[in-house]
């Protein structure tokens, strides 16, 4: 057990010396393909179709608790759902393969209160355009994918977020 | 925590002024505090770092996700890194892992690719739910990075702990080739943490 806190700190120690910063910008997806639909369950066991949503502006953020950047982005995530929620849109985070205790240990760490779901299959993930984690997309009113970030961002920063306001 | 990563080698490399901005460089670290080694190339706006993978990092975090104490350590001492790839250039960048090679003692291999993983595992070796941790964990086979964007993920080299390679790299970037090495990359010793 010792050997294993001391992996997981070296691991840690690591990760943070090789993370420099969050990646910049999105991408707008000329193609806007439509987005997958999905349902699936939050931690509490609440339903959550993406269909329903179809009017607003929704942020879809494919992530694990595993995965340096993706924990390093939720804060900012977070300050960003703070503000967007009062505005309309939407924030999801779809976890990539872990089960509900998992998730629930995590977010001991990295408070969120934006619906977190559980792809445990990872069948869903698999529907949308992902190759890594963390990836994120923008669904515009219509139900297309218009726009894509690869890696993490600092969510809360105005300009980021600019492009996202202007779709409602 | 503050972690001092200590720059020992800066290679430049005798590649031409491409897409108008930086020559190639090479530079390898030693990190101070866990002395794990790294390597990160760089050019035109574009780098790749690999960072050693100690296999008791590698055996513990595949273990604690469902792999059985063999699978895990089949994994372990497949000379695994961390690897970074970003893309902070003013054009769009793709890569193949399958069009990449590396060159040790005078063979040339392949990296342990998703998919070159998934055709390792034996009925009942590896879950569902550890088959999907490896997999989400690795870095994308392809991938195509708009500018901003960027990708962490493990490599795996499937070669024996301590073993010197040269990685062969092929990328496109705004439409134009690249093949690049980086060489001297050592494999992560098989020591246990401290």
Known sequence: MRGYLLAAVLLLSSLSSAAQQAGTGLTRLAEAPLAPDFSLLDVDGNVYRLSDYRGRVVIVNFWATWCPPCREEMPSMQRAWEQLRQEGILMIGINVGEDEDTIFQFTADYPVDFPLLMDSDSSVTRKWPVRGLPTTFVVDPTGRIVYQAIGSREWDDPALLAPVRALR | MGICVKPVTTLLWAIPFLFGMSAAVVERGVDTETGLRSWEWREAGVSLQLVQRLPDQTRAFFQARGFSGAAAERIANACIFQTIFRNESEQPLSYRLDDWRILHRGASGKLMTRERWDAVWQEGEASQAARI??????????????????????????????????????????????TRTIDGIVCPPDREVN
Do not use: C, H, I
């Open chain 2, 133 to 178: 941790a490896l997999r989400w964990s690795l870095l994308p086979t392809s991938q195509r990075f708009e500018p901003g964007d960027y990708n962490w993920g493990m490599t795996g080299f499937g070669l024996p702990s301590g073993s010197t390679f040269d990685l062969e790299m092929v990328l496109r970037l705004g439409g134009e080739k690249l």
